[in-house]
Every structure is written in structure tokens, then in C-alpha cells.
């Protein structure tokens, strides 16, 4: 069972993003929240940003849409060079078209499903996607707690993964620390987000580290 820990650079030092992204180069992806004020009331990155950012980045972006008309920004983002562009249940209206998109583009397809959003109408559509995203905060803004409800819907679909036999990452984002991230792997995640536990810490190759192990030793084994 691969465990992959994804630091989002919303928690970095924006002055100084280059050298941030080097005291994660341990990690398996870099995770990048595109918010556009409108879907969620904040503003992060743009289209040009992400590029400039992807020169510098010693690992590769995992794309997190929390923006309104994705079908119309994000294919952009994957022929940018994107590996994994996730976009939001809640903002499109046809998933499996956006996320065929991404994927004949090149780069891995994500969906990802706020806290309140129901997952039973997307289990029948795994197969479209490489990654579901199981939002553990109401997206928006960094540095919020954990929801442990939020787990049941993430047993669901590991349940279903497990039955399909899909290669489906389920990825969780949003208040992970050493403490919740056993508790996300323990209901089946296998690749976590996290933000200011990495980058608060003194040593973020070492809480990535410390992250990896917790998270590998709490996972179901298959």
C-alpha cells in the first residue's frame, strides 16, 4: 500500500515559494489549491503562477480546482503539465466529460466532494476518475479542524475501490496532522494534504517523514 503525502503550498511562504518547495522535495506531489473567489470566498493562484511555479518545482503539481466553470479552466491546467487536476462535484455538471477531458489531455482526474456532499451518486462513476478528493474542512481557507464526519463517506468509497479493483487514490485535505492523518488512513485514504503541519515544522522533510510513517502503519492492508 503506497502512502503519498502532498504538502499544499497554501500553508508556504509565498516571498519565498522557490525555496519552500525545496524543503519538500521528500513528498510525492506538490498540492495546489486554485480558489477563484466565487466557488470559495478566497483567491489563490492563477494560470500564470502555477506555470512559472512548475519550472522551479522539484515534484510534480496536484491541481485542486475550488473554482466556478471548471470545464473551461481546467483542461488548461493539464496541458499545462499538470499531473493530477482535481475539480469540485459541486461546480460542474458533467463530470465524467470534464474528467475524459483531463485524461486525453494526459493528466490524472480528480473529483473532489465537500464535506456535505453526498458520495453515493459518484460511486458509480469511479472508473471515470484516478482520484477522489474527500474535502475533511469546508474549502476556502487553510489552517481549519479536521471533521471526523466526514470518514464515513470515505469507508464508503473505500469499500467500493476495494470491490471495483480500481487503482482510485483517495486523497483527503484539510486540518492533517500526525494525530487525524491515522484516522483518514484508518478509513481508507492513501494520499493526504497537508499544509501547515509541514510547513509550520522546523524540518519539513522530517514531519513528511513523520507523516508517511504514521498514515503507512494506520492503512488497511488490501
Avoid: C
Avoid at 471515470?128 to 470515505?154: A, C, H, I, N, Y
Wanted: glycine share 8%; net charge negative; hydrophobic share 45%.
Amino acid at each position: 500500500m503506497v502512502t503519498r503525502i502532498n504538502p499544499s503550498i497554501l500553508a508556504a511562504d509565498f516571498a519565498n515559494l522557490e525555496r519552500d518547495l525545496g524543503r519538500i522535495r521528500t513528498a510525492d506531489l506538490v498540492h495546489v489549491d486554485i480558489m477563484d473567489n466565487h466557488f470559495v470566498p478566497n483567491m489563490t493562484f492563477g494560470p500564470p503562477v502555477v506555470d512559472r511555479l512548475a519550472q522551479i518545482s522539484p515534484l510534480p503539481f496536484d491541481l485542486h480546482l475550488m473554482i466556478e466553470n471548471p470545464e473551461r479552466w481546467a483542461p488548461g491546467y493539464a496541458e499545462a503539465g499538470a499531473f493530477s487536476v482535481t475539480f469540485h462535484a459541486e461546480a460542474t455538471t458533467n463530470p465524467v466529460g470534464l474528467a475524459r477531458k483531463l485524461r486525453s489531455i494526459g493528466a490524472r482526474a480528480g473529483i473532489a466532494l465537500k464535506p456535505g456532499t453526498a458520495v453515493e451518486p459518484y460511486l458509480e462513476l469511479l472508473p471515470e476518475f484516478d482520484q477522489v478528493l474527500v474535502m475533511t474542512v469546508e474549502p476556502g481557507f487553510g489552517g481549519q479542524s479536521f471533521m471526523p464526519s466526514t470518514m464515513r463517506k470515505l469507508r464508503t468509497l473505500s469499500e467500493a475501490v476495494k470491490k471495483t479493483g480500481l487503482d482510485v487514490w483517495l486523497q483527503v485535505d484539510g486540518g492533517i496532522t500526525e494525530d487525524t492523518i491515522v484516522i483518514a488512513a484508518e478509513a481508507g485514504a492513501n494520499t493526504f494534504v497537508a499544509g501547515s503541519s509541514v510547513f509550520n515544522a522546523a524540518d519539513p522533510a522530517k514531519q513528511i517523514a513523520r507523516l508517511r510513517a504514521a498514515a503507512t502503519e494506520h492503512q488497511h492492508s488490501h
